[in-house]
């Protein structure tokens, strides 16, 4: 997926993705993060949102050749991925790398040393230099909701998503605020019916972030073979009831 437009920026990355999606040849996705991308346990049995995204390009798009991978692994933070760049990313020669980190960086308990916000903004720069440099698409999401009553070691959620936002916006990135529309489908605060736990989402909540991420970065298929996304979004709306 050769960039064509210099600098690359957010509007320039849609376009190229756009007309990919519209093209013949085969494209590499790389989905990584953490526990939630990770996708396992919290599921109990349903299927993740990097699973989802998946059936949508791969059998709705019938883009057949493309191919999806999730290297996401529980309990890690962003300088985890930047320490096992080959493996986690550019081995797979990725056209799309979407990443979604932070529920255990910002934490304050547990066995990790306490970062600051500026310092996973400085990591997450990297990260997107790191994506550019490889001629790939960045995509950066914010993580979803957190009960921080219950899970207080993580109260930090607002800081650390606004520095996804503020890096996204200087690095001139496609941003997903996953935070935002989770809040949103919470009526302003948790939307319980979208967690199984205090900071993992279950099923449903990844349902909810695969409607998000496909929004995001324009992948609607042909409504003669659409199916996924309405029942997605229809799994949400009776989450909020």
Do not use: C, K
């Not at 346990?41 to 949508?56: A, C, F, I, K, N």
């Not at 890690?76 to 550019?90: C, F, K, P």
């Not at 040393?113 to 310092?119: K, L, T, Y």
């Not at 489908?185 to 409607?211: E, K, Y």
């Amino acid at each position: 997926m050769p960039n064509a437009d210099s600098p690359a920026s957010a509007a320039s990355d849609l376009r190229r993705l756009a007309d990919a999606l519209a093209g013949a040849e085969p494209l590499n996705w790389v989905i990584t993060g953490d526990s939630i991308t990770h996708g396992l346990v919290h599921t109990q049995g349903g299927r993740s949102y990097p699973e989802h995204l998946h059936e949508l390009i791969r059998g709705e798009l019938e883009r057949v050749r493309d191919i999806v991978i999730n290297s996401a692994i529980s309990g890690h933070r962003i300088v985890d991925i930047l320490g096992d760049w080959e493996r986690r990313v550019s081995s797979w020669r990725p056209d799309v790398v979407t990443l979604m980190i932070g529920t255990n960086d910002m934490s304050t308990g547990g066995v990790w040393p306490i970062i600051s916000a500026e310092d996973y903004a400085a990591s997450l720069h990297e990260f997107v230099s790191r994506v550019r440099a490889l001629g790939a698409v960045p995509v950066l999401q914010t993580p979803p909701s957190i009960d921080s009553a219950n899970a207080p070691e993580r109260a930090r959620l607002a800081e650390f998503a606004a520095a996804v936002r503020a890096v996204a916006a200087s690095d001139d990135v496609i941003l997903v605020d996953q935070l935002a529309r989770f809040t949103e489908l919470g009526g302003g605060g948790v939307p319980w019916g979208l967690m199984n736990d205090p900071f993992h989402t279950n099923a449903t909540g990844h349902a909810a972030l695969a409607v998000e991420l496909a929004r995001a970065l324009g992948i609607r298929p042909d409504p003669t073979r659409s199916r996924t996304l309405g029942a997605l979004a229809a799994q949400v709306e009776a989450a909020r009831v």
